[in-house]
């Protein structure tokens, strides 16, 4: 499953494996269902464009308007695990199961560069605010950064194995993983500080970070101060998919064990 706001924070993007829906974030309601999304395989990354008329989920791009198919990537992939989208919307990149991270051009559908080396299957893919570099966490227990022209900046070695998810900082300052959830600093690579959880959100203003940890009846999520290392406040469900709203006053977190329908109205302290 997989769970994105959208940057003004009033629509949230959900999709697993059989249905992809706009909701609104205020109420719940679904304003727009996609057709076309079940079967795809494209449940585990979802994204909204900067201004919040395209989606992206795997290899399709959607208008959100209308609800119709814009265009579709990599048609010869197998999986595409994690998208992303550019903050200026020029750009897609994409990370799958051919170890590889792939820029597109979002208006033409050419495929601009193919990135690789990491060994394993590339499970999340991010781009820095600034859209001049991008983070890739993978298999092979390592997440790299790289500039925008794919060249490597650095390579990362979690002690916790396989990397599940990547993510900046509002100020690219910081890098925040998931598989063993971390917290790094982006310039010079140090690690610095772990959390209890294989699933991790950062907030906006970086603060707080929000962790899933446990299985089933038995999850808990967990929220930390980024600073300190303290513990904030448990809430006792299992989550596959977090995200913070733009503003860090909420969060919303998935689960294929539960349903389909996310809990979107988690009303966080420190916000």
């Known amino acids: 499953m997989a769970v994105a706001f959208s940057s003004d924070g009033t629509r ?15 109420t719940g309601q679904v304003i727009r269902t996609f057709a076309g999304h079940a079967g795809t395989g494209s449940h585990n990354s979802v994204a909204f464009s900067p201004d ?95 500039d925008s022209a794919g060249q490597l900046i650095r390579t990362f070695e979690p002690q916790g194995g396989g990397v599940n998810s990547v ?11 998931g598989g063993q959830v971390e917290l790094w600093d982006s310039a010079t690579g140090q690690l610095i500080r772990s959390f209890e959880g294989f699933l991790g959100a950062l907030s906006p203003d970086g603060t707080r970070v929000l962790t899933s940890a446990g299985e089933g009846i038995e999850g808990t999520l967990k929220l930390w101060d980024a600073k300190t290392g303290q513990l904030l406040r448990t809430f006792q469900e299992y989550a596959q998919a977090l995200a913070f709203s733009p503003d860090g006053a909420r969060a919303c977190s998935g689960s294929t064990c539960t349903a389909a329908r996310p809990n979107y109205g988690m009303q966080l302290p420190g916000s």
């Open 167 to 177: 993510a900046f900082s509002r100020d690219g300052t910081r890098l925040l993983t």
């Open 12 to 26: 949230l993007l959900s999709g697993d494996w059989d249905t992809l829906e706009a909701i609104d974030a205020a």
């Open 52 to 146: 919040g008329t395209l989606v992206l989920s795997g290899t399709k791009l959607w208008d959100v308007r209308s609800g119709q198919l814009v265009r579709t990537f990599d048609r010869e992939a197998g999986s595409v695990d994690s998208v992303a989208i550019a903050p200026d919307s020029a750009r897609l990149l994409s990370g799958g199961d051919d170890k590889t991270v792939k820029i597109w051009d979002a208006k033409t559908g050419q495929l601009i560069r193919i990135i690789t080396g990491h060994e394993e299957a590339v499970k999340s893919v991010a781009f820095s605010p600034d859209g001049t570099r991008l983070l890739s966490g993978s298999v092979d227990s390592t997440f790299k950064l790289w």
